[in-house]
C-alpha cells in the first residue's frame, strides 16, 4: 500500500490543523494507521494510532485531548485533526500502516510496514 500526506503548514499556537493520509493500491481494511512526528534533531515519536476496522485509537500523552484521529470509509483516508497547537508540536509528520493488528507495539516505528512521504507542521509562538 503506498501512502500520501496532506495538510500540513504554518499555524499560530492555539489554532489548528488537518492532515489527511491516502491510501493507493490497497484500501485501509485490513491495516492499522499511524500517525508520526519527527522534530528537528530528535527521533520520530508516536502520536496517534487507529485500527481501521473497529476505529480503535491509541494516544500518546503529549497529544492526549488535542488531537484527534478518524478513518474516512468513503474516501480512504485517515484523518489527524490537531487543536490547540503547541510550537513544540512543529515536525513533520508521517503516516504509516501495519497489518499487525491488535499488536501492543503500536508506538514502536518498526511495527509499520509502510510509510507515507512526510508533511511538515509548523507552529509558530
Known amino acids: 500500500v503506498q501512502l500520501q500526506a496532506s495538510g500540513g503548514g504554518l499555524v499560530q499556537a492555539g489554532g489548528s490543523l488537518r492532515l489527511s493520509c491516502a491510501a493507493s493500491?490497497?484500501?485501509?481494511?485490513?491495516?492499522?494507521i499511524g500517525w508520526f512526528r519527527q522534530a528537528p534533531g530528535k527521533e520520530r515519536d508516536f502520536v496517534r494510532r487507529?485500527?481501521?476496522?473497529?476505529?480503535?485509537?491509541r494516544y500518546a500523552d503529549s497529544v492526549k485531548g488535542r488531537f484527534t484521529i478518524t478513518r474516512d470509509n468513503t474516501k480512504n483516508t485517515v484523518n489527524l485533526q490537531m487543536n490547540s497547537l503547541k510550537p513544540e508540536d512543529t515536525a513533520v509528520y508521517y503516516c504509516?500502516?501495519?497489518?499487525?493488528?491488535?499488536?501492543?507495539?503500536?508506538?514502536?516505528?518498526?511495527?509499520?510496514?509502510?510509510w507515507g512521504q512526510g508533511t511538515q507542521v509548523t507552529v509558530s509562538s
Open positions: 504509516a500502516a501495519t497489518s499487525r493488528l491488535r499488536t501492543t507495539a503500536y508506538y514502536r516505528e518498526g511495527t509499520y510496514d509502510y
Open positions: 493500491g490497497r484500501t485501509f481494511s485490513s491495516y492499522e
Open positions: 487507529i485500527r481501521w476496522s473497529d476505529g480503535d485509537t
